[in-house]
Protein backbone atom coordinates (compact mmCIF):
# COMPACT_ATOMS: atom_id res chain seq x y z
CA UNK A 1 0.00 0.00 0.00
CA UNK A 2 1.11 3.40 -0.98
CA UNK A 3 -0.19 7.14 -0.90
CA UNK A 4 -1.76 8.18 -4.06
CA UNK A 5 1.16 10.70 -4.20
CA UNK A 6 3.47 7.65 -4.87
CA UNK A 7 0.69 5.74 -6.82
CA UNK A 8 0.57 8.79 -9.75
CA UNK A 9 3.43 7.61 -11.59
CA UNK A 10 1.76 3.96 -11.70
CA UNK A 11 -1.45 5.03 -13.12
CA UNK A 12 -2.47 3.28 -16.23
CA UNK A 13 -4.76 5.76 -18.03
CA UNK A 14 -8.27 7.97 -17.70
CA UNK A 15 -9.99 4.30 -16.19
CA UNK A 16 -7.85 3.73 -13.52
CA UNK A 17 -7.79 7.36 -12.74
CA UNK A 18 -11.94 8.22 -12.74
CA UNK A 19 -12.26 4.75 -10.60
CA UNK A 20 -10.02 5.66 -7.85
CA UNK A 21 -11.62 9.77 -7.66
CA UNK A 22 -15.13 7.62 -7.77
CA UNK A 23 -13.72 5.82 -4.61
CA UNK A 24 -12.65 9.16 -3.11
CA UNK A 25 -15.94 11.00 -3.71
CA UNK A 26 -18.11 7.69 -1.83
CA UNK A 27 -15.56 8.04 0.96
CA UNK A 28 -16.19 11.69 1.25
CA UNK A 29 -20.43 10.92 0.77
CA UNK A 30 -20.11 8.97 3.79
CA UNK A 31 -17.97 10.98 6.28
CA UNK A 32 -19.98 13.89 5.31
CA UNK A 33 -23.43 12.03 5.55
CA UNK A 34 -22.36 11.28 9.40
CA UNK A 35 -21.81 14.78 10.20
CA UNK A 36 -17.91 14.83 9.79
CA UNK A 37 -15.60 16.82 7.40
CA UNK A 38 -11.97 15.91 6.67
CA UNK A 39 -10.58 19.14 5.90
CA UNK A 40 -7.18 18.03 4.70
CA UNK A 41 -8.10 16.31 1.05
CA UNK A 42 -4.83 15.72 -0.90
CA UNK A 43 -2.84 13.11 -2.09
CA UNK A 44 -0.46 12.15 0.53
CA UNK A 45 -3.77 11.38 2.57
CA UNK A 46 -5.66 9.14 0.17
CA UNK A 47 -3.96 5.49 0.66
CA UNK A 48 -4.21 3.10 -2.24
CA UNK A 49 -4.01 -0.84 -2.25
CA UNK A 50 -3.07 -3.16 -4.38
CA UNK A 51 -6.44 -3.98 -5.66
CA UNK A 52 -6.56 -0.05 -6.44
CA UNK A 53 -9.08 0.80 -3.62
CA UNK A 54 -8.60 3.57 -1.55
CA UNK A 55 -8.22 4.39 2.04
CA UNK A 56 -8.80 8.51 3.34
CA UNK A 57 -6.38 8.79 6.53
CA UNK A 58 -5.49 11.42 8.43
CA UNK A 59 -8.56 13.35 10.23
CA UNK A 60 -6.11 15.39 12.32
CA UNK A 61 -7.61 18.54 10.63
CA UNK A 62 -11.36 16.67 10.68
CA UNK A 63 -14.52 18.27 12.23
CA UNK A 64 -17.41 16.14 13.66
CA UNK A 65 -20.57 17.51 14.28
CA UNK A 66 -21.41 16.72 18.02
CA UNK A 67 -24.85 15.17 17.09
CA UNK A 68 -23.57 12.84 14.55
CA UNK A 69 -26.47 14.57 12.12
CA UNK A 70 -25.47 14.80 8.01
CA UNK A 71 -23.71 17.98 7.56
CA UNK A 72 -25.45 20.54 5.12
CA UNK A 73 -23.64 22.75 2.40
CA UNK A 74 -23.48 25.74 4.76
CA UNK A 75 -21.50 24.19 8.06
CA UNK A 76 -18.80 25.57 9.08
CA UNK A 77 -16.39 24.95 11.75
CA UNK A 78 -13.02 26.75 12.37
CA UNK A 79 -9.57 24.99 11.55
CA UNK A 80 -6.23 26.32 11.16
CA UNK A 81 -4.12 23.11 10.81
CA UNK A 82 -4.96 22.55 6.54
CA UNK A 83 -2.23 22.56 3.58
CA UNK A 84 -2.20 25.85 1.56
CA UNK A 85 -2.03 24.43 -2.01
CA UNK A 86 -5.21 22.08 -1.81
CA UNK A 87 -7.14 24.75 0.24
CA UNK A 88 -10.51 26.63 -0.72
CA UNK A 89 -10.22 30.73 -1.06
CA UNK A 90 -12.67 30.57 2.27
CA UNK A 91 -10.68 27.93 3.84
CA UNK A 92 -9.39 30.40 7.08
CA UNK A 93 -13.02 30.81 7.20
CA UNK A 94 -13.33 27.32 8.84
CA UNK A 95 -14.08 23.96 7.43
CA UNK A 96 -17.30 22.51 5.47
CA UNK A 97 -18.28 19.72 3.13
CA UNK A 98 -17.26 22.48 0.28
CA UNK A 99 -13.64 23.10 1.26
CA UNK A 100 -13.42 19.23 1.19
CA UNK A 101 -14.79 19.65 -2.34
CA UNK A 102 -12.45 21.98 -3.56
CA UNK A 103 -9.66 20.15 -2.39
CA UNK A 104 -11.02 17.48 -4.11
CA UNK A 105 -10.86 19.59 -7.68
CA UNK A 106 -7.39 20.09 -6.69
CA UNK A 107 -6.25 16.39 -6.24
CA UNK A 108 -8.67 15.82 -9.37
CA UNK A 109 -6.64 17.40 -11.80
CA UNK A 110 -3.38 15.87 -10.67
CA UNK A 111 -5.46 12.37 -11.58
CA UNK A 112 -6.35 14.33 -15.13
CA UNK A 113 -3.23 15.56 -15.70
CA UNK A 114 -0.86 12.50 -14.69
CA UNK A 115 -2.55 10.13 -16.80
CA UNK A 116 -2.84 12.83 -19.99
CA UNK A 117 1.34 14.20 -19.67
CA UNK A 118 4.13 13.75 -18.51
CA UNK A 119 4.23 16.98 -15.88
CA UNK A 120 6.66 17.38 -13.52
CA UNK A 121 5.25 19.03 -10.35
CA UNK A 122 2.45 18.18 -8.54
CA UNK A 123 -0.71 20.07 -8.34
CA UNK A 124 -0.23 20.40 -4.85
CA UNK A 125 2.63 22.55 -5.22
CA UNK A 126 1.69 25.26 -7.23
CA UNK A 127 -2.27 24.84 -7.93
CA UNK A 128 -2.69 28.60 -6.04
CA UNK A 129 0.11 30.30 -7.26
CA UNK A 130 1.74 29.00 -10.61
CA UNK A 131 -1.59 26.35 -12.51
CA UNK A 132 -3.75 29.37 -11.06
CA UNK A 133 -3.82 33.35 -9.86
CA UNK A 134 -6.01 32.40 -7.16
CA UNK A 135 -6.84 36.40 -7.56
CA UNK A 136 -7.77 36.27 -11.02
CA UNK A 137 -9.63 33.50 -11.06
CA UNK A 138 -11.90 34.91 -7.97
CA UNK A 139 -12.17 37.93 -10.29
CA UNK A 140 -12.67 36.96 -13.40
CA UNK A 141 -15.21 34.37 -12.10
CA UNK A 142 -16.99 37.33 -11.01
CA UNK A 143 -17.25 38.72 -15.03
CA UNK A 144 -18.00 35.09 -16.15
CA UNK A 145 -14.45 33.81 -16.87
CA UNK A 146 -14.31 30.21 -18.30
CA UNK A 147 -11.49 28.38 -16.10
CA UNK A 148 -9.64 26.87 -18.93
CA UNK A 149 -8.29 30.57 -20.07
CA UNK A 150 -7.05 30.18 -16.44
CA UNK A 151 -5.07 26.94 -16.81
CA UNK A 152 -1.71 26.38 -18.50
CA UNK A 153 -1.22 25.20 -22.12
CA UNK A 154 -1.02 21.87 -21.11
CA UNK A 155 -4.94 22.37 -19.67
CA UNK A 156 -6.29 21.66 -23.19
CA UNK A 157 -5.59 18.04 -22.70
CA UNK A 158 -8.53 17.56 -20.97
CA UNK A 159 -11.34 16.50 -22.31
CA UNK A 160 -15.15 18.35 -22.14
CA UNK A 161 -16.22 16.55 -19.15
CA UNK A 162 -13.35 16.53 -16.88
CA UNK A 163 -12.92 20.46 -17.71
CA UNK A 164 -16.62 20.75 -16.74
CA UNK A 165 -16.04 18.50 -13.38
CA UNK A 166 -13.16 20.56 -12.85
CA UNK A 167 -14.80 23.88 -13.08
CA UNK A 168 -17.42 22.41 -10.83
CA UNK A 169 -15.12 21.53 -7.82
CA UNK A 170 -13.01 24.96 -8.58
CA UNK A 171 -15.53 27.40 -7.82
CA UNK A 172 -14.36 30.44 -6.07
CA UNK A 173 -18.31 30.79 -4.88
CA UNK A 174 -18.94 27.64 -2.41
CA UNK A 175 -22.24 28.37 -2.96
CA UNK A 176 -21.74 27.19 -6.43
CA UNK A 177 -19.20 24.47 -5.69
CA UNK A 178 -20.28 21.45 -7.23
CA UNK A 179 -21.76 18.94 -4.59
CA UNK A 180 -21.60 15.27 -3.89
CA UNK A 181 -25.21 14.89 -5.61
CA UNK A 182 -23.35 17.12 -8.49
CA UNK A 183 -20.67 14.93 -8.55
CA UNK A 184 -22.96 11.36 -8.59
CA UNK A 185 -24.85 12.83 -12.19
CA UNK A 186 -22.14 14.05 -13.73
CA UNK A 187 -21.06 12.80 -17.68
CA UNK A 188 -17.26 12.45 -16.04
CA UNK A 189 -18.07 9.23 -14.20
CA UNK A 190 -20.78 8.13 -16.92
CA UNK A 191 -18.55 5.30 -17.89
CA UNK A 192 -17.98 4.04 -14.94
CA UNK A 193 -19.02 0.17 -15.49
CA UNK A 194 -18.19 -3.34 -14.53
CA UNK A 195 -15.97 -3.81 -17.67
CA UNK A 196 -13.48 -1.05 -15.64
CA UNK A 197 -10.68 -3.21 -13.97
CA UNK A 198 -11.64 -1.96 -10.39
CA UNK A 199 -15.02 -2.86 -10.76
CA UNK A 200 -14.61 -5.61 -8.46
CA UNK A 201 -13.53 -3.61 -5.78
CA UNK A 202 -16.58 -1.10 -6.66
CA UNK A 203 -18.90 -4.19 -6.50
CA UNK A 204 -17.53 -4.84 -2.98
CA UNK A 205 -17.26 -0.86 -1.65
CA UNK A 206 -21.14 -0.60 -2.75
CA UNK A 207 -21.86 -3.69 -0.41
CA UNK A 208 -19.68 -2.31 2.28
CA UNK A 209 -21.48 0.86 2.49
CA UNK A 210 -25.13 -0.42 2.06
CA UNK A 211 -24.15 -2.84 5.45
CA UNK A 212 -23.40 0.59 7.61
CA UNK A 213 -19.86 -0.69 7.31
CA UNK A 214 -16.77 1.68 6.62
CA UNK A 215 -14.42 0.06 4.57
CA UNK A 216 -12.56 3.05 3.10
CA UNK A 217 -10.73 4.63 6.11
CA UNK A 218 -7.79 2.69 8.20
CA UNK A 219 -8.88 0.28 11.11
CA UNK A 220 -8.41 2.61 13.89
CA UNK A 221 -10.47 5.41 11.71
CA UNK A 222 -13.05 2.94 11.01
CA UNK A 223 -13.37 1.81 14.65
CA UNK A 224 -14.33 5.64 15.37
CA UNK A 225 -16.52 6.54 12.48
CA UNK A 226 -18.81 3.61 13.10
CA UNK A 227 -19.25 4.03 16.94
CA UNK A 228 -20.52 7.78 15.54
CA UNK A 229 -22.67 6.12 12.76
CA UNK A 230 -24.63 4.65 15.64
CA UNK A 231 -26.90 7.86 15.54
CA UNK A 232 -30.11 6.21 14.11
CA UNK A 233 -31.02 9.71 12.01
CA UNK A 234 -27.15 9.28 10.42
CA UNK A 235 -27.07 5.68 9.52
CA UNK A 236 -30.43 5.75 7.92
CA UNK A 237 -28.88 8.90 5.79
CA UNK A 238 -26.22 6.73 4.84
CA UNK A 239 -28.64 3.71 3.80
CA UNK A 240 -30.76 6.29 1.74
CA UNK A 241 -27.73 7.71 0.12
CA UNK A 242 -26.17 4.24 -0.70
CA UNK A 243 -28.65 3.01 -2.09
CA UNK A 244 -28.59 5.78 -4.72
CA UNK A 245 -24.97 5.21 -5.51
CA UNK A 246 -25.50 2.13 -5.71
CA UNK A 247 -27.83 3.01 -9.17
CA UNK A 248 -24.48 5.32 -9.93
CA UNK A 249 -22.43 2.56 -9.98
CA UNK A 250 -23.88 -0.14 -12.13
Not at 171 to 180: A, H, Y
Not at 224 to 242: C, E, G, M, P, S
Request: with cysteine; net charge neutral; aromatic share 8%.
Amino acid sequence: MCDLRDFLPRLEGKGEARALLAQIVLALATIHAIGMTHGDIKPENVMVDRSGNIKLMDFGSSYVRPTAAPLERSTVHPSVVFTLAYAAPERYAGTSPATDYWSLGCLFYELAMRTESERPKALGDNVLFELIDLRRWVEGYRNGDNLRSHLPQDGEVLDSDSLSLLSGLLCPNPGCRFTIDDMLNHAYFANINRRDRTMSEFQRLRQDLYKGDVNSFSDRQAKYLDTAAQNVVARQKILIQTDRYNLWLR
